[in-house]
């Protein structure tokens, strides 16, 4: 079944510095979404993005979906602490109505003031 | 809109027994879905409807039932509760349609078996 893998797992920064994190699926996707989850809350969804290539921006996120439609990526330029969280990418195979989900695991970002 | 709402918060289960997790839209949304989440792991589906009347397996169905008799809820029962099923379970709904695939999600029930 389809695969979708988030690396890293964990990152710490410091207040001010970037963060990347990278979204790989096993299976071309129709779409890929990314949802955010503070400690102890629910996911909430960011962003979908559907083209091939496709880059969007939310202030200082720059969510990106490669041409291939496999694989994304989530840029946070200089980190402030209300962005700690778990950064969960999702996509439904291509082949699929898009009804249901692949979530990865998750990229937890901690920020140190 | 009050959203996707999910009861209980927190419930304590002793093994074997069985309980019924409720959730509720009120967003006329076509689509509903149940995760579960382990510690420091992504989401699960569990099982997920596409319409009232209609409901389909997920990745971890085994375990768990589902009904949707109505366009507003989709309640998880869970029967003979067993220690691998304490997790946080989240209920969520959509609306698909050619724009969007976006989910919403309920606050979550925290259960634990023991």
Known sequence: GQQVMQIPQYQHVQEGEDFTTYCNSSTTLSNIQWYKQRPGGHPVFLIQLVKSGEVKKQKRLTFQFGEAKKNSSLHITATQTTDVGTYFCAGPPQETSGSRLTFGEGTQLTVNP | ?114
């Open chain 2, 1 to 114: 809109n009050a959203g996707v709402t999910q009861t209980p918060k927190f419930r304590i289960l002793k093994i074997g027994q069985s309980m019924t997790l409720q959730c509720t839209q009120d967003m006329n949304h076509n689509y509903m879905y149940w995760y579960r989440q382990d510690p420091g792991m992504g989401l699960k589906l569990i099982y997920y409807s596409v319409g009232a009347g209609i409901t389909d397996k997920g990745e971890v169905p085994n375990g768990y039932n589902v009904s949707r008799s109505t366009t507003e809820d989709f309640p998880l029962r869970l029967e003979l509760a067993a220690p691998s099923q304490t997790s946080v379970y989240f209920c969520a709904s959509s609306y698909l349609n050619a724009a969007s695939y976006e989910q919403y999600f309920g606050p979550g029930t925290r259960l634990t078996v023991t």
